[in-house]
């Protein structure tokens, strides 16, 4: 019998959520997707330290320069980008400055200028997704993108209302976190018996059925896992982005992987939900889970993002 992996990846397009090049050659994901706190992960790989050291040389003039830090960051992300673009056969998904989350048209410049330091690179825009936070400002960024031709990928998405604005926006594809959701519960006492019964989980699954009912064509990517159980009950979504620690439990799993989720599915109906801009704030002001951690996800993005510039600050005495 194939490995449980193997059974995912017939099912699933199985995603890479990683900026390391050695997991993402063994386990041969469809896409990778990185973020601000992978760039620093993967900025301390012994296999990035001479791009890191081009970067600043050519970028880099004064370090109290903040603006040339932040350019350099930039660089450094899709420096990142090209190599892992060059390994997978889909997209690399490269994220917008979460300090930025609440300006529309802030996002869209350096969502521009991500996909034009791409292009110069030799990587068309075919092969990325530009990373944007799912708060109003950054949907309606989308909105604006997708228009021009630069296929998103709308992160840190933690409710339904936010999945409905974003596929109303047109975005290319969402990334519904599952084991944050699952962290709130827990946090509070509310530790699930199964992973069937993991909030994550449900809200993913719901997700995916809202967008097959109404007719949608905007990817869902499951994100955030937490364990192979949150994978494994929603094999059939449409993507999935795994660890490589958790790639590799997949890969050494064995048993039989039921499909959970199927567009062919008898889906309970679910109403159509409104998507302007009051009606997307008061949801979001009526979901606790969702506003935190939007707002924690947002905090800890913009966290490591300064903690990556420091590091290009101080990078072998510039």
């Known amino acids: 019998m194939s490995s449980i992996l193997a059974q995912l990846k017939a099912m699933t397009d199985v995603v890479a959520d990683t900026g390391d090049i050695e997991a993402i050659k063994r386990f041969s994901p469809q896409d990778a997707t990185t973020n601000p706190s992978l760039i620093l992960k993967a900025a301390q790989l012994p296999q990035y330290q001479a791009l890191i050291d081009r970067i600043v040389a050519e970028n880099i003039t004064n370090p109290n320069n903040d603006e040339q830090i932040k350019a350099a960051s930039t660089r450094l992300a899709v420096a990142i980008g090209r190599e892992i673009s060059q390994l997978v056969p889909g997209k690399v998904s ?4 979460a300090r930025l989350s609440f300006d529309t048209a802030a996002t869209v ?4 200028t991500i996909v034009k330091l791409y292009e110069e690179a030799g990587v068309g825009r075919d092969k990325l997704l530009v990373k944007i936070a799912s ?5 309606q960024a989308a909105a604006e993108l997708e228009k021009a031709g630069i296929e998103c990928n709308l992160t840190l998405l933690f409710s339904l209302a936010q999945a409905a604005a ?6 290319t594809l969402i990334s519904p976190f599952v084991g944050r959701i ?3 519960h827990v946090a509070r006492g509310d530790s699930p018996e199964s992973p069937a019964q993991d909030p994550g989980v449900q809200s993913v699954a719901g997700i995916y059925a809202y967008y097959k009912q109404h007719g949608y064509s905007t990817i869902v990517m499951g994100a955030s896992f937490r364990n192979t ?3 494994a009950e929603l094999a059939g ?3 999935l982005t795994i660890s490589p620690a958790l790639l590799e439990e997949l890969d050494n799993a064995q048993g039989q992987l039921p499909q959970r989720l199927s567009p062919d599915a008898d889906f309970a109906p679910q109403q159509k939900l409104d998507s302007s801009e009051s009606s997307f704030r008061w949801a979001m002001n009526e979901d606790a889970m969702a506003t935190e951690k939007l707002a924690e996800g947002i905090r ?4 490591d993002q300064r903690k990556l510039e420091d590091l290009l600050r101080g990078w072998q005495g510039v």
């Not at 800890?300 to 966290?303: D, L, N, P, V």
């Open 229 to 231: 159980g949150e994978i």
């Open 237 to 239: 979504c449409d993507r």
């Open 166 to 171: 974003c596929a109303e926006a047109g975005a």
């Open 135 to 139: 708060t109003w400002e950054g949907i």
């Open 94 to 97: 490269t994220e917008v400055d």
């Open 182 to 184: 699952l962290d709130w």
């Open 109 to 112: 410049e350096q969502a521009k």
């Open 300 to 303: 800890a993005f913009a966290a």
